[in-house]
């Protein structure tokens, strides 16, 4: 053990701030954030999804089966630490894993059943922190859990289509890319190792090792030469099987039905072993800016991988960080900012007793109320400053007890906006507020 002498200054300093890569949502953001979840648990709701809340942590079996061995989030971004009882867990780097986990526990899918189910919560992956990505972000996640059917993938596409609709993003465009299945992935892997082995003199090192283990990952490398090499790559829709081909199709039909503009882009192909079939993004935002704010798709092999019976599943997610990010780029509305509506104000040191009454009254009414909580021996504020914090905090009405309101039982209302003031007798003020409020809208 190191002792706090021998701990050098930095490592103090370290203490007080959060791991890098991990921040705080702070009072002037967790507003917002809990706009988008209301908005969002609303529409899971309306699309029939239910709720779930899942463990942060699982085996870390779960994940390097239901993720994949060969891919970065398995490889180089999870954070995995041996228990005290001698177990690998990890924190979950998404939720998909956890929540087929869990389906299949709890026998949610049995005897033909389908589910619809619905998280949200920290995911934690060991990446370079930059602007908008960090070490634990928090997602939303949808997965739709025993329908293998292409009406599903539709489903899930216009739930989060949807979504993004009622939080006002715009300009939103769902780009779609069929990865095909384990009968006609191979065949198309073959062609595409075919292809860019052909053009290895342009490829970087990292693409040149995926050749082998990964190749559909070449087609979403983000360096510029290999960029324009997988431009010209064969798409993996021209060489679906027949099944995967009519699935596709009837997606596509499905999306123009409902009226969603899509494209196709073969470049689309996750980094997800699981995935089969469907794989879509939804992205947001002025020509040549466009975001993506969610990613998903079909992952009918993942139940399997974990050790499960065959279970189909379609699914998204979407990152919180990201879709705020988004909606403050947008100037998109996210509600009113819950403030607090009275300030109960003492004029001298005798009324702070029926202020402290009062404040509670209030705010048992569900009336957001709050005080000087100072008193004589520890800072209270003077009438005066105790104003000024009214203001402060934007209250839309102060009461104001003194001497005078003492004595008749009563209470200065004062509605902060007009300057307007009333006498109002102790047991009516909520009401008072209540029924002046009510005037306004
Ligand atoms: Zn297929
Ligand atoms: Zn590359």
């Not at 939720?95 to 619809?116: I, W």
């Not at 196709?264 to 699981?274: F, I, T």
């Not at 109320?369 to 008193?375: C, I, K, T, V």
Request: glycine share 8%.
């Amino acid at each position: 053990m190191q002792t706090a002498d021998s701990k050098t200054i930095e490592t103090i300093e370290a203490q007080n701030k959060a791991p890098r890569g991990i921040r705080d949502i702070l009072p002037e953001e967790s507003w917002k954030w809990a706009y988008v979840l209301s908005v969002t648990a609303q529409t899971m709701a309306d699309f029939g999804y239910s709720e779930v809340y899942l463990p942060i942590f699982e085996h870390t079996e779960l994940f390097s089966r239901g993720v994949g061995d060969a891919t970065d989030i398995v490889e180089k971004e999870m954070y995995t630490f041996v228990d005290r009882g001698g177990r690998s867990v990890t924190l979950r780097p998404e939720a998909t894993a956890g929540m087929v986990r869990a389906a299949l526990e709890h026998g949610l899918c049995e005897q033909n059943m389908s589910s619809k189910l619905w998280c949200w919560g920290p995911m934690f992956r060991y990446e370079r922190p930059q602007k908008g990505r960090y070490r634990q972000f928090y997602q939303f996640d949808a997965e739709c859990l025993g329908l293998a059917g292409p009406v599903a993938d539709v489903e899930i596409i216009a739930l989060s289509a949807e979504i993004f609709r009622r939080l006002g993003l715009r300009n939103l465009e769902v780009v779609a890319n069929s990865v095909g299945c384990p009968k006609c992935r191979p065949q198309y892997r073959k062609v595409l190792v075919d292809y860019f082995t052909s053009k290895k003199s342009s490829l970087c090192e990292t693409c040149l090792g995926r050749l082998d283990r990964n190749p559909l990952r070449v087609l979403d490398c983000k360096v510029p030469e290999c960029s324009a090499v997988a431009d010209s790559a064969p798409a993996i829709y021209e060489h679906l099987c027949d099944e995967c081909a009519a699935h596709f199709e009837e997606v596509k039909a499905g999306l123009a039905r409902l009226n969603f503009p899509y494209k196709l882009d073969k470049r689309l192909v996750r980094g997800l072993d699981y995935y089969t079939k469907t794989a879509y993004e939804i992205l947001s935002g002025e020509l040549g800016a466009q975001n993506a704010v969610c990613g998903g798709g079909r992952y009918d092999n993942l139940a399997e991988s974990i050790g499960g019976p065959h279970l189909p599943g379609v699914g998204f997610a979407a990152g919180f960080d990201r879709v705020v990010l988004v909606m403050e780029q947008q100037g998109n509305s996210f509600g009113e900012r819950p403030r607090t509506e009275v300030y109960v104000a003492a004029q001298d040191e005798a009324a702070r007793g029926a202020v402290q009454i009062l404040t509670h009254k209030l705010r048992r009414e569900g009336i957001s109320a709050e005080q000087d909580a100072g008193d004589a021996l520890r800072g209270a504020r003077s009438f005066k400053a105790q104003m000024k914090s009214a203001n402060k905090i934007g209250a839309a009405w102060t009461c104001i007890v003194g001497a005078d309101e003492l004595a008749k039982g009563s209470v200065t209302v004062k509605n902060m906006t007009t300057g307007e003031q009333n006498l109002v007798a102790e047991e009516e003020v909520a009401n008072y507020i209540r029924r002046h409020e009510a005037r306004l809208i």
